[in-house]
Nanobody, 125 residues
Framework: VQLQASGGGLVQPGGFRRLPCPPCGLPLDVYAIGWFRQAPGKEREGVSCISSSNVSTYYLDSVKGRFTVSKDSAKNTVHLQMNSLRPEDTAVYYC???????????????????WGQGTQVTVSS
């Protein structure tokens, strides 16, 4: 199983981008879907997550109020809506799936079993 984030591209500061992640057959009511990003020269960091129950969400402090993660059950897809983008949001964005994600490990890569290729988001004027 390989997830495939898409929707990346070049966007101006203050702009927005919506990244879809179809979980490729993984049931969204069983797997939490997390979003991670990796900027050049930096470690990969957890950005957001939505629980399998669709009740809980997680956001990195620096994206709170700007990013929103949501599920489209009809399309079996998870989206990361990114608004008010900043140059420091520039990174390769990945989505990942895990079935043992809890509050204490939500931002840890080891909590997620399935990953895919990322999508580049560049915020620049």
């Amino acid at each position: 199983v390989q997830l495939q984030a898409s929707g990346g591209g070049l966007v101006q500061p203050g702009g927005f981008r919506r990244l879809p992640c179809p979980p490729c057959g993984l049931p969204l009511d069983v797997y939490a879907i997390g979003w991670f990003r990796q900027a050049p020269g930096k470690e990969r960091e957890g950005v957001s997550c939505i629980s399998s129950s669709n009740v809980s969400t997680y956001y990195l402090d620096s994206v709170k109020g700007r990013f929103t993660v949501s599920k489209d059950s009809a399309k079996n897809t998870v989206h990361l809506q990114m608004n008010s983008l900043r140059p420091e949001d520039t990174a390769v964005y990945y989505c990942a799936a895990g079935h043992s994600v809890i509050t204490s490990n939500v931002a840890s890569q080891s909590a997620y079993s399935y990953w895919g290729q990322g999508t580049q988001v560049t915020v620049s004027s």
